[in-house]
DNA sequence: TATTGTTATACTCTATAACTATA
DNA sequence: TATAGTTATAGAGTATAACAATA
């Protein structure tokens, strides 16, 4: 297959010869590491949120399980640790509460605070996906046990602390910029092959 | 391994004695795959997306891009290939529209159809996230370029189209059911830890 | 005034259901 | 009736801004 070699397909203007198109694919293999993270973070994401489904969670609500798996925190430690704002926390909180998966409770000394905990049910679901042989599954279903374990190599390191949080060093913008006037706009018949 | 039972890591957030919690968070290379891949995948996609911010494109979004320059497609190719629905596609594509970087137009033989192709501009971002280099930063901040190669390799699998798609194959859920009756309510006392 | 958290609002991605236009 | 696509509605996740309660 002709990996990135599409100057046939219709161009803006024209859309085509015969119908929608030739249905030319560039293979995974081809793309780069950003449209395969694009990709894999989007397939990753929808596969797992179709399975955390079974215990309403979702790949955004299981980590604030997670985090008070460890201990009781307070909201603002919750986003802290998980790189979101108070506010987003706050109204996850609210769902996973109302599943029984957590609660809260103003803090003594600062009636301000409310202390977040798990409850056994939180742990139960977080026991589950533990053992849960179902979950490496998800993943062995394309890789095996030897990917898997380099895989999870791999993202460990990825989330390490050191690393980059949600606030990504922005390797600052090309020569384009989509604000203000399009790289080429559509009727520019600019470089494009 | 018990997620609970690692009582050392870094205190997060230490609120303070009497406060919120120990903070004991367990690390990474604990959990189980399926936590890391929760995490990875909003890693990933929130870092992803933020780089993408420059062109107005998203992690859903670029995709869209990716396919298009494969040659031009019915809105209704373009779902079934990314796995979403139309409607869905429907609405990315007035966005994607907007910011120049496609194009509609109903097709001569069936008027119903519309025939979407990507513009210049569109191919002008796709090609700038190709060379782009910091692309390859974003990852590599963490990873050695031995890692990313590895990581590309396992992604690349993980996207084979004989894997399994959208629609996962649902390893049965286990015991628990937060349809009906959740794990251990928050009333139940049951073991936790 | 500063801190902690919530509400209000908005935008994206996603889905289902109902609708329009065309066949 | 079937097909292609859109609009309506909904819910999650996200953000910013404004607000309330407490300190």
Do not use: C, K
């Not at 397909?9 to 198109?21: D, H, V």
């Not at 139960?124 to 996906?129: G, P, T, Y």
């Not at 050191?162 to 090309?174: I, K, M, S």
């Amino acid at each position: 297959m002709t990996p990135h070699d599409e100057g046939e397909a219709g161009e803006a203007g024209e859309a085509g010869p015969g119908r929608a198109g030739p249905g030319v694919s560039v293979p995974p293999s081809a793309w780069p590491t950003g449209r395969l993270l694009s990709a894999a973070a989007r397939r990753v994401e929808r596969e797992w949120d179709a399975y955390l489904e079974r215990w309403s969670l979702t790949h955004a609500s299981l980590p604030v399980l997670a985090v008070l798996a460890g201990g009781g925190r307070f909201q603002r430690e919750i986003a802290s640790e998980l790189g979101v704002t108070e506010q987003t926390i706050s109204r996850m909180l609210v769902g996973l509460e109302r599943s029984g998966y957590l609660q809260r409770q103003r803090n003594d000394t600062d009636r301000r605070q409310h202390v977040v905990a798990i409850t056994p049910g939180g742990r139960a679901a977080l026991e589950a996906l533990n053992d849960s042989v179902a979950v490496e599954r998800l993943v062995a279903a394309t890789l095996t046990p030897d990917q898997v374990a380099q895989l999870r190599g791999l993202l460990v390191r990825m989330l390490r602390p050191d690393a980059p949080g949600p606030r990504a060093p922005g390797p600052r913008a090309p020569e384009l910029r989509a604000s203000e006037g399009l790289p080429n706009g559509p009727g520019s018949q600019a470089p494009e092959g």
